[in-house]
C-alpha cells in the first residue's frame, strides 16, 4: 500500500481480496493495532467502505 494523502492511501498491486484485514503500528510506541475483516468477503471494487478505529 501507499499514502496517497493524509489519512488516505491506495493498494498498489494485484486486485484486493475479501475478506481483507489491517493492522496498524504506532512507532513512537510500538503499539500494534489490528482489525480483522474491515473489508467483508462479499466486497466489491465498486463499493465504499469508511473504517473508524479507537484505540483505548
Excluded: Y
Excluded at 510500538?30 to 484505540?55: D, E, F, H, Y
Amino acid at each position: 500500500m501507499q499514502q496517497t494523502w493524509g489519512a488516505n492511501w491506495s493498494l498498489n498491486s494485484d486486485p484486493l481480496q475479501a475478506p481483507f484485514s489491517i493492522r496498524l503500528k504506532c512507532l513512537s510506541t510500538g503499539r500494534t493495532l489490528t482489525a480483522n475483516n474491515v473489508i467483508p468477503q462479499n466486497w466489491q471494487s465498486t463499493m465504499n467502505n469508511k473504517l473508524i478505529l479507537c484505540s483505548l
